[in-house]
């Protein structure tokens, strides 16, 4: 009785090690405050929640089906070294960029809706913005930039392409293009492709809610597993030593981890897809 009261005290003690490592790693992310300003780092901002999750979820899994703490330890650290060099957490771009550029229609429309032409509006937007380390500050300071040397027109619509990657921003530009040649109220132009995006950044609003419900199921079902397997492991242990000691059990343990490290990288790509 005695050592199943210490074994369960040091699975529960290994579980909150992992989780205040967890929670000291997703606080370190997020005091670094990163911002996107520029296109380089609108491309490299990182997914904290989904890293922090994958960290936690392999290891107490590893420590759940093999009974290494050390093991669960390397895979903390190799999911830190994904999350720092490599692409694999980056967040969607296109939301990022459609976010943002639908605040920059916003005050571009401001100013043409007061009689201004558009690239004044772009100078005076920037003096009633009160946001700071901004994409959208940084785009309208460049934009300002390039008015003040005279790059003006179809130039400057080329400029905001290539701030804005994305097909709404060409469809725009194309549209303003166009309505220099047919004479079509710029204004007009831009209240129209404004309206169109916020009804679609509603709808995509909508969906990521619905998403993010999923991705919330399929968590818990991901973990529960671990947890069962915890509680067995702390309250009955000698039921299931065998699964760590034989070489069957290992390898049982081996397949029943790798079907539920498939299952969630499956769900993962299900919601993607869905999305």
């Given at each position: 009785m005695l050592s199943k009261l210490k074994k369960t005290l040091k699975n529960m003690k290994f579980i909150q090690f992992m989780t205040d490592v967890s929670t000291k790693i997703q606080r370190r992310l997020?005091?670094?405050?990163?911002?996107?300003?520029d296109i380089n780092s609108i491309n490299t901002l990182k997914d904290r929640q989904r890293a922090a999750v994958d960290c936690i979820f392999y290891a107490i899994g590893i420590y759940a089906f093999y009974?290494?703490?050390?093991?669960?330890?390397?895979?903390?650290?190799?999911?830190?070294?994904?999350?720092?060099?490599?692409?694999?957490?980056?967040?969607d771009k296109y939301a990022l960029?459609?976010?943002?550029?639908?605040?920059?229609?916003n005050f571009v429309n401001s100013g043409l809706s007061a009689g201004l032409t558009f690239e004044t509006s772009i100078n005076e937007s920037i003096l009633i913005m009160n946001q700071e380390n901004t994409y959208m500050l940084t785009v309208?300071?460049?934009?300002?930039?390039?008015?003040?040397?005279?790059?003006?027109?179809?130039?400057?619509y080329d400029e905001i392409d290539r701030w804005y990657p994305i097909a709404d921003c060409k469809l725009?530009?194309?549209?303003?293009?166009?309505?220099?040649?047919?004479g079509a109220s710029m204004r007009r132009v831009?209240?129209?492709?404004?309206?169109?995006?916020?009804?679609?950044?509603?709808?995509?609003e909508e969906a990521q809610l619905i998403m993010y419900q999923k991705k919330l199921e399929q968590m818990i079902l991901c973990i529960a597993p671990l947890f069962v397997i915890l509680f067995v492991k702390s309250s009955s242990g000698e039921f299931?030593?065998?699964?760590?000691?034989?070489?069957?059990?290992?390898?049982?343990?081996?397949?029943?981890?790798g079907m539920l490290i498939a299952m969630k990288l499956m769900g993962k790509k299900i919601v993607e897809n869905v999305r």
């Open positions: 997020d005091s670094k405050k990163e911002y996107a300003v009974g290494s703490a050390v093991f669960s330890v390397l895979a903390a650290i190799v999911i830190c070294m994904l999350y720092k060099n490599t692409g694999y957490y980056n967040v960029y459609l976010d943002s550029f639908i605040d920059f229609l309208f300071k460049k934009l300002r930039e390039a008015v003040h040397i005279g790059i003006v027109g179809n130039e400057l725009y530009t194309s549209m303003l293009k166009l309505s220099k040649t047919t831009t209240e129209v492709v404004l309206s169109n995006l916020y009804n679609r950044y509603k709808t995509i299931i030593d065998i699964m760590y000691t034989e070489s069957i059990g290992r390898i049982v343990m081996t397949i029943s981890f």
